[in-house]
């Protein structure tokens, strides 16, 4: 398929208090590396997209990349990986949130043909997504041609996505939702109750 993977792990993490999110334990690993396991198995080379000290992450082994457009938000990082995505000559990209650890096994597959989108629970998850890497070129244009300080949506991962013509495809959502974004105190409550049910049955 000709298709690299990035795990996205630059947000802020406001409302979890700041830190790095992917970094969260739940079970027996983190966020971080429990995402990875279920990418391993896929015919794709890896690497992280990250802000600040890459040394952070080096117990992953991964190549780290940096936001090539400072605050621009998501879609620095789906720049970043279509650029790093172009120096392996690759045809697409595979993005996925650093802080959803629990996506299916053979997402890249189960995506394809791309452009895609992950959808569950009637929700389009526009970050775990199927990039063309020919769009990186468009995608700098339109992040070089908004103004640092204009509204976030002006950087909408959305609107973009609506470009470059994503199709959506479905996942089901039970026993839980694949994608569960831990974003809150809430949310990473859930998502350690599912690791840990899943580490108590070996998975």
Do not use: Q
């Not at 690299?4 to 590396?33: E, F, H, I, N, Y």
């Not at 996925?96 to 650890?101: A, C, E, F, S």
């Not at 300080?149 to 996942?171: C, L, Q, S």
């Amino acid at each position: 398929m000709g298709c690299a993977g990035v795990v996205l792990a630059g947000g802020a993490a406001t409302r979890m208090g700041g830190g790095d999110k992917p970094l969260v334990t739940a079970g027996r690993s983190t966020l971080l590396a429990r995402l990875l396991a279920r990418l391993a198995g896929e015919d794709m080379t890896l690497a992280i997209n990250a802000r600040g000290d890459e040394a952070r992450f080096a117990a992953y082994g991964l190549p780290v990349l940096p936001d090539g457009i400072e605050g621009a938000g998501p879609l620095a990082g789906v720049l970043a990986a279509m650029d790093w995505a172009a120096g392996l000559e690759c045809a697409w990209v595979l993005t996925v949130p650093g802080d959803t650890p629990f996506v299916p096994r053979g997402l890249a597959a189960a995506l394809a043909p791309g452009p895609s989108v992950a959808v569950s629970g009637g929700r389009r998850h526009h970050l775990v997504a199927l990039w063309p890497v020919a769009a990186r070129g468009a995608l700098r244009a339109r992040l070089e041609g908004v103004a640092p300080d204009a509204p976030r949506a002006a950087f909408g991962v959305r609107a973009f996505a609506e470009t470059v013509g994503v199709r959506e495809v479905v996942f089901p959502d039970r026993p839980f939702d694949p994608f569960l974004n831990v974003n809150t105190p809430e949310d990473l409550v859930v998502a350690r109750a599912v690791a840990e049910g899943e580490d108590g049955g070996g998975g």
